[in-house]
């Protein structure tokens, strides 16, 4: 909310040398947060005076332009020039070069003489242009920042002004204003206003305030008019979208009456643009009051107006052109036409003021706030209406609003009160609330008088009477959000001040720790990060594609979340899965010259079920029931932890005389296993595939028995699809499965007292036998003497025949009790052997 000084000083004692800074420096004590400051002065200076055309002598150029040579004066006939200046005439007139043709000899007109600026930082100086010492210049109102118009220079008869010659015209257009800039929080709506924020300037000085609703005079002889009902046939939470409707109507209305500078000049200040004079008073008196209102042409009304929900199927052409669908939930203000507005948000195309009307019908109603902002954002219609009816409106206010508007259409475009108001509906006033003296001080840790508390809560309006030892406060209405004795509280600490409450930090509860499925994750992610892993953090969102190539093999039509309203058309989805995301920030950084890079993430997934969401909202304000809350907890998807890396270039990083390794798909299984081990848990690879990986370099990851991930290479065409090196690998893992499979104690193995005894076999078997199958089953054979096995090498080749492969292990053994003898390590080797043998074909190389 932007307040012109000049404004708020018609409503409080705000001091004549008082600047924005100070005005905001005084809300901030009651709770309003500062925004900016606005100074026109700050891109316009002058001297920009009155002028009067004297000469105007038209001179073709051999462009085929015209210009016309002036003559201005700038000081009144007899008088001497009292400004001093290069380029200023000391008599009094200035010639000056103008392109526009729409003024005459006599018409006085805004001159910037040398020495001023215009917005823009545009610079008037004397300078010879067109065969001509051109001495200033005559201002358009776009050049002036007031307007848009550029066709022509202002004629300042135009906006009904007979000024005198030499004037300041910078104080004539009100360009010598400023205004505060103020951040109104969504329960401050009484603060959309002048009359609000010059009651709470009062409140932080202890200054006079006049309320500009109290200077306001209705008739109460008025005779009903225009017919009004109130028909809301689908009320919201049982709250009826309209509680109060006023029409008033004035005739003989001129429409092209010009807006009195002092009224555009405010207007432009507080962020608004003027448009016309019946449109900029509407304006205006819902910046001065806080009640939206709106003027209908009353010759293009059918009928009466009826104030109703949309029906199916109906439109209605808002006043900025656009044919909008409307749902049954909007409540729309009708005549026997149709709709002809929405109601608190914006009017109707149809009914609109324009240069024809003369006749007017002012409305000014109390809307529901919460009709009103569904419409709203159903719509994607925001509007000054809209911003205050969402808040909540003073409901006295509405027939006060209507007469203040059709009391400026008398004054300043020449209309008749035609004395015919229809008042429908009643105002809904704020309840009373009991509030215990005692609150205060239990609440914010000051001792309060009983003084300060009646004065402070009267001084905002509030009526109280004692009821027993409660005192029953009835608060003002324009504060519909005084509701519980906690807000009448906020109150008393935010008038009295906030610097009485004592800061004392309390002690700190002892605390439970982090639970242990979260020590085991941040293990996790430590480990990652100290294995030379970099975590990165991207977005939930991905297509449909995404989510589909990297989600589970087979899955046939993947279950996905879709969003509503996607920030972009590439990110419609909930992921199923973290490594898109992952991936992308790879290509990012490798298309930034970066080619030894590890990445991981851990995440949400999400992955929906057959429910998902409630078949109803629960209201606001009341505690939802046991049954609803499981309705809603039963909505929401799963949501597991998945752990994902990715991996390109080399490790170490090459250097002189270290070529460096590239990685490959072990990499990415071993971070599988890095994770695994980190958590005690038996994590065991096969073969696997995976659209997304490579046929032959992708392992399964299971954990007890079920499949809990993969990891390997990408598949060459994805990795191209996506601009990736390629040779990328990754990995992704459902930790909150191998979370789950972390047992309750992890027992730490004993440390060996007798040294291993180590032997080596190579076995020749089928290309198409899994080293892991094989290990298994050497494993098994060798007994429990084996304590370790590890592959260390893999042949084929000459020596082997075609479709065999060599695979050579290492078996460590080693016995609890006694040293091994080499007999006892070649008995379990020769027994592994003998099982593979069994089992594979496996012949000893």
Not at 140 to 165: A, C, M
Not at 492 to 517: H, K, M
Not at 673 to 700: D, K
Request: proline share 8%.
């Amino acid at each position: 909310m932007r307040i012109p000084l000049s404004w708020l000083r018609e409503h409080t004692q705000l001091p004549a040398d008082a600047t924005p800074e100070d005005l905001m420096a005084d809300l901030v004590r009651v709770g309003l947060e500062e925004e900016d400051v606005h100074r026109p002065s700050d891109e316009i200076t002058g001297p920009i005076v009155v002028g009067q055309v004297l000469e105007k002598t038209p001179e073709p150029q051999s462009n085929g332009k015209t210009i016309n040579w002036c003559q201005v004066r700038v000081v009144p006939e007899g008088q001497e020039q009292t400004l001093t200046g290069e380029g200023i005439s000391p008599d009094g007139i200035q010639g000056v070069v103008c392109g526009a043709h729409n003024f005459e000899v006599g018409d006085k007109v805004v001159v910037t003489l040398p020495g001023a600026v215009l917005p823009g930082d545009f610079r008037i100086s004397a300078r010879k242009t067109y065969g001509h010492v051109s001495a200033g210049m005559i201002s358009s109102v776009r050049e002036l920042g007031i307007g848009e118009d550029h066709d022509g220079i202002l004629v300042l008869s135009t906006l009904g002004l007979d000024p005198e010659i030499g004037s300041d015209a910078l104080e004539l257009l009100g360009l010598t204003d400023a205004a505060a800039e103020i951040n109104v929080t969504p329960d401050r709506g009484y603060a959309f206003s002048i009359r609000g924020v010059a009651r709470e300037y009062a409140h932080a000085t202890g200054t006079p305030f006049s309320d500009p609703a109290a200077q306001i005079s209705t008739d109460d002889a008025a005779q009903p008019g225009l017919e009004v009902s109130l028909a809301d046939q689908a009320p919201i939470y049982g709250v009826d979208g309209c509680s109060r409707f006023v029409a008033h109507k004035v005739t003989g209305i001129n429409p092209e009456a010009p807006t009195p500078p002092w009224m555009a000049a405010r207007l432009r200040l507080a962020g608004m643009r003027p448009i016309s004079l019946p449109v900029d008073i509407s304006n205006y008196v819902m910046l001065e009051l806080g009640q939206p209102n709106h003027c209908y042409d009353a010759a293009k009304l059918d009928g009466g107006i009826e104030v109703r929900r949309a029906a199916a199927g109906e439109q209605l052409t808002t006043l900025d052109e656009k044919v909008r669908a409307l749902h049954s939930e909007d409540l729309v203000i009708a005549d026997q036409g149709g709709p002809i507005g929405i109601a608190g948000v914006m009017g109707g195309a149809r009914t609109e003021v324009d240069s024809t009307t003369s006749t007017v019908i002012v409305e000014a109603a109390h809307f529901d706030p919460i009709s009103v902002s569904r419409s709203k954002r159903r719509h994607k219609l925001p509007s000054e209406a809209s911003k205050r009816f969402e808040r909540g409106v003073d409901p006295l206010l509405p027939p006060l609003a209507a007469q203040r508007v059709v009391d400026l259409l008398v004054e300043l475009a020449g209309g008749t009160d035609a004395g015919e108001v229809t008042d429908a509906g009643a105002p809904v006033l704020p309840e009373p609330i009991l509030l215990d003296p005692a609150l205060p001080e239990k609440l914010t840790g000051v001792a309060y008088t009983p003084e300060q508390i009646s004065s402070t809560l009267r001084a905002i309006g509030a009526e109280l009477s004692e009821e027993g030892q409660m005192l029953r406060v009835t608060p003002p209405s324009w504060r519909p959000d005084l509701t519980i004795g906690e807000d009448l509280v906020e109150e008393i600490a935010r008038l009295i001040g906030y610097d009485r409450i004592p800061s004392r930090l309390p002690a700190a509860p002892a605390g439970r720790g982090l639970s242990r499925e979260q020590q085991h994750r941040r293990q996790v992610l430590g480990g990652m990060a100290a294995a030379g892993f970099t975590e990165t953090l991207s977005y939930p969102f991905y297509s449909e594609e995404a989510n589909t190539l990297f989600g589970r093999p087979d899955d046939g039509q993947l279950a996905m979340l879709r969003l509503e309203n996607p920030i972009a058309s590439q990110q419609g989805t909930l992921r199923t899965t973290v490594l898109p995301g992952l991936l992308d920030t790879l290509r990012r950084n490798v298309s930034r010259g970066f080619g030894d890079l590890a990445f991981y993430e851990a995440g949400l997934v999400y992955l929906p079920g057959e429910t998902v969401g409630a078949p109803s909202i629960p209201p606001l304000g009341v505690r939802p029931g046991e049954e609803t809350l499981a309705a809603l907890e039963a909505g929401i998807p799963p949501q597991p932890w998945h752990l994902a890396v990715a991996l390109t270039g080399s490790e170490p990083a090459a250097s002189p005389g270290l070529p460096g390794r590239a990685r490959d798909w072990a990499d990415a299984v071993d971070a599988a296993r890095t994770a695994a081990r980190l958590l005690g848990v038996e994590l065991t690879l096969r073969q696997g595939r995976h659209q997304a990986f490579h046929p032959g370099r992708t392992a399964e990851l299971v954990v007890s028995g079920a499949v809990v991930g993969y990891a390997g290479e990408l598949h060459p065409k994805v990795t191209e699809e996506w601009d990736l090196p390629a040779r990328t690998a990754a990995m992704e893992l459902d930790l909150s499965a191998v979370l789950a499979a972390v047992p309750e104690k992890i027992v730490a193995e004993p440390i060996a007292a007798f040294p291993p005894s180590t032997q080596d076999v190579s076995l020749i078997v089928d290309e198409a036998l899994p080293a892991g199958d094989l290990e298994s089953t050497l494993s098994e054979g060798a007994g429990e003497l084996l304590e370790a096995i590890e592959l260390f090498d893999v042949y084929s080749g000459e020596g082997v025949e075609v479709g065999r492969k060599s695979l050579a292990y290492a078996l460590r053994f080693r016995a609890a009790d006694r040293t091994l003898t080499a007999d006892e390590a070649s008995e379990a080797r020769g027994a592994a052997v003998t099982l593979a043998a069994e089992r594979h074909g496996a012949v000893q190389r």
